[in-house]
């Protein structure tokens, strides 16, 4: 009996045992079902730019490691879309190098970017960008529903609507043709891109070669239509071999692209998707043509024009690794046949040349340089930003407009110029020239590397290789002379004790040797000088000298002091005395010389100068402390500090701190 009730007991138990269970897991089910769905936050690496992202507002997890200089950022609270996304986390202070989580938000375009150094990056200005973020932690806002994936924009190309380079790009994602009509269309509904450029994201120095040639005008001579043949200069040329190339081209497979240009009438042409080459990479130069098309050259000689155009796309490779070609023609006015990424390659450009008809008009080639200087070398017009900027202008005879000051403007944004003379006016035609030795004042340099002279418009073709390997040597052209105009260069020159007489002559021949390198003038380069000890005394300001050799001169009079060596004195000293009178479109740049440790602190100064946009340069010797040095150089310190073991070293600085004057100036993108 008492058995049967045990096991009855038992069995009771069991059976509670269950109902319990199952209840419990049907509890855990409802709550399963009723449970959200975890966020799930997408990462980005350092270099991903705020513009590549089409989501207007998103939470990201950057990772550690951001702070790196490579990824530029450029303005303060608010960012241009170009910049690194986590970089820009970590100059707010949202996050630091160790990475983690944060909110985007995009806001309109701003008229300008302040830089500024904080958290240990040092954002860059910028004077304009068509789109902008803001940056606060990457907390979830009650109500918004973030996205789980980034939508990030294609990097091909599309379609772009003649005279709207400024709208968003559309994106085909298939494509169809017809057996008689050569025509691209999307079978999706096309979705706005970035404002990042298409197809390639932009280093930025431009040079412009000008090539002139007789011209006719109120004394211009009549030219000889006679006898003289196109067949003279382009030899074996084949014309028809173009247009077969073009024709072949048009039957391709791909997106239509249309010329961006000033050309409402040009057709969309189908492009494949892929380039046939993607060019030669140790020639990725951003280059134009301004073609002359004024009346004077005559339609033979525009044929002779067209043709060496052809040449030089065909030796140069086109490619988007490689070079890209676009090309202006100006008249009375300047017109953009087509931008830097309507052709993609050799085959196409030829063809696209040969379609160019002569505009008629003048010869205003200032007026024709200043439209490239405001308008081409934009992202919207395929300049990747990395790559050197290379203009060829092309003037018949000689211009019927100055060109000096166009010149001038152009090489203060970055534009290098080069001029090539051909039938320059002879002795009986120098009267006629508006502005006489136009070529010496357009160039910032007369060695004989930024010109060349051809007799006849008939010799042309031999000049097509030594043009090519002029524009080719990107390390010239990445560091030209004309990149470096525009500055205010404050030297602030340690005179203390510990320095003596002999090495004190020593170190303004290092001066003299920078100084060298720019042009001398108000609307160039000025240069101005402090010597420091205990104290401080202003030895030239920058509006002092405007010709090189009245610097130099003033270089060698500066005597020597002997003293302490209050260093940050010495920095706050040139904020006030030298770089509060600074023109304000001019870089302030600041090069610091001392062979010893400071007696008073540099680190507040030093961050004055970078809050008030001074770069600065620290240049140490002997017994200079190599702390100090990279406090007060300008971020990243491995570009802006030097350190040499004895003053007889310095002149061996020298090639590198222009390198990475102009490199720095090249690498802040175009919008």
């Known amino acids: 009996m008492g058995i049967a009730v045990l096991a009855m007991k038992a069995s009771v138990i069991e059976m509670f045992l269950v109902l319990l269970l199952i209840g419990t897991c049907g509890t855990k089910e409802v709550t399963k079902k009723n449970k959200k769905p975890k966020f799930s936050v997408p990462q980005i690496?350092?270099?991903?730019?705020?513009?590549?992202?089409?989501?207007?507002?998103?939470?990201?997890?950057?990772?550690?490691?951001?702070?790196?200089?490579?990824?530029?950022?450029?303005?303060?609270?608010?960012?241009?879309?170009?910049?690194?996304?986590?970089?820009?986390?970590?100059?707010?202070?949202?996050?630091?190098?160790?990475?983690?989580?944060?909110?985007?938000?995009?806001?309109?375009?701003?008229?300008?970017?302040?830089?500024?150094?904080?958290?240990g990056i040092r954002s860059l200005s910028l004077p304009r960008w068509r789109e902008s973020f803001i940056i606060s932690e990457g907390k979830q806002k009650r109500g918004m529903i973030y996205p789980s994936t980034l939508e990030y924009s294609s990097p091909k190309s599309s379609v772009a609507k003649a005279d709207e380079t400024t709208k968003p790009y559309q994106k085909s994602i298939t494509t169809s043709l017809s057996t008689t009509t050569t025509q691209a269309r999307t079978t999706t509904q096309p979705e706005p891109l970035s404002t990042t450029p298409k197809p390639w994201t932009p280093l930025d120095t431009t040079t412009t070669f000008t090539i002139t040639a007789r011209l006719q005008s109120t004394g211009h001579r009549i030219r000889?239509?006679?006898?003289?043949?196109?067949?003279?200069?382009a030899g074996n040329h084949s014309i028809a071999q173009a247009h077969t190339a073009g024709e072949t081209d048009s039957w391709k497979l791909g997106l239509a692209l249309l010329d961006t240009g000033s050309r409402p009438n040009e057709e969309l042409k189908t492009r494949s998707l892929e380039p046939a080459s993607k060019g030669d990479p140790n020639c990725k130069i951003d280059l134009t043509f301004l073609i002359d098309g004024s009346w004077s050259i005559g339609k033979r000689r525009f044929r002779i024009q067209k043709q060496f155009l052809k040449d030089v796309s065909q030796a140069l490779d086109i490619g988007p690794a490689g070079p890209l070609l676009g090309i202006v023609q100006y008249g009375d006015n300047p017109s953009m046949e087509f931008n830097l990424k309507t052709h993609v390659d050799s085959r196409d450009l030829k063809a696209a040349i040969e379609k160019i008809s002569q505009k008629g008009g003048l010869s205003n080639v200032g007026r024709a340089l200043s439209f490239v200087t405001k308008n081409f070398f934009s992202n919207t017009n395929g300049n990747r930003g990395g790559a050197p900027n290379v203009a060829i202008v092309m003037v018949d005879g000689w211009p019927t407009d100055k060109v000096e000051e166009a010149s001038r403007l152009a090489r203060e944004s970055g534009i290098n110029i080069f001029f090539i003379t051909i039938e320059g006016a002879v002795e009986n035609e120098k009267h006629n020239v508006i502005e006489p030795n136009f070529v010496d004042k357009a160039v910032c340099r007369q060695n004989g590397f930024y010109s060349l002279k051809v007799l006849s418009w008939f010799s042309l073709h031999k000049i097509v290789q030594p043009l090519v390997k002029r524009i080719c040597d990107t390390n010239?052209?990445?560091?030209?002379?004309?990149?470096?105009?525009?500055?205010?260069?404050?030297?602030?020159?340690?005179?203390?004790?510990?320095?003596?007489?002999?090495?004190?002559?020593?170190?303004?021949?290092?001066?003299?040797?920078?100084?060298?390198?720019?042009?001398?003038?108000?609307?160039?380069?000025?240069?101005?000088?402090?010597?420091?000890?205990?104290?401080?005394?202003?030895?030239?300001?920058?509006?002092?000298?405007n010709t090189k050799q009245d610097l130099l001169n003033a270089i060698k009079r500066v005597n020597y002091w002997s003293g302490g060596t209050s260093t940050g004195a010495a920095i706050n000293y040139a904020l006030e005395h030298l770089f509060k009178k600074s023109k304000p479109n001019k870089r302030k740049l600041m090069i610091l010389i001392t062979d010893g440790r400071s007696y008073d602190d540099v680190r507040i100064p030093a961050m004055a100068a970078h809050q008030n946009g001074v770069i600065t340069y620290s240049i140490g010797i002997a017994w200079a402390a190599l702390d100090e040095l990279e406090v007060i150089a300008t971020h990243p310190t491995k570009d802006h500090s030097f350190f040499v073991d004895e003053f007889d070293d310095l002149y061996k600085s020298v090639p590198k701190i222009i390198q990475n004057i102009c490199t720095e100036f090249n690498s802040q993108p175009r919008n």
Request: charge should be neutral; proline fraction near 2%.
């Open 45 to 119: 690496n350092c270099d991903v730019k705020a513009g590549k992202i089409i989501n207007p507002e998103f939470i990201a997890k950057c990772p550690a490691g951001c702070q790196d200089p490579k990824y530029h950022v450029y303005g303060t609270d608010i960012y241009a879309s170009y910049s690194s996304v986590c970089g820009a986390a970590v100059h707010s202070g949202v996050v630091d190098n160790s990475g983690g989580r944060i909110l985007v938000r995009k806001v309109a375009g701003q008229s300008g970017y302040k830089g500024s150094y904080s958290n």
């Open 476 to 545: 010239r052209l990445a560091c030209s002379k004309t990149c470096l105009n525009s500055a205010d260069i404050g030297f602030v020159i340690d005179g203390s004790s510990s320095v003596g007489t002999g090495n004190f002559r020593t170190l303004l021949q290092f001066v003299a040797n920078v100084s060298k390198e720019f042009e001398i003038s108000d609307t160039d380069t000025r240069i101005g000088a402090v010597q420091y000890t205990y104290e401080q005394r202003l030895e030239f300001g920058f509006d002092k000298y």
């Open 224 to 233: 000889d239509m006679g006898f003289r043949s196109t067949a003279a200069y």
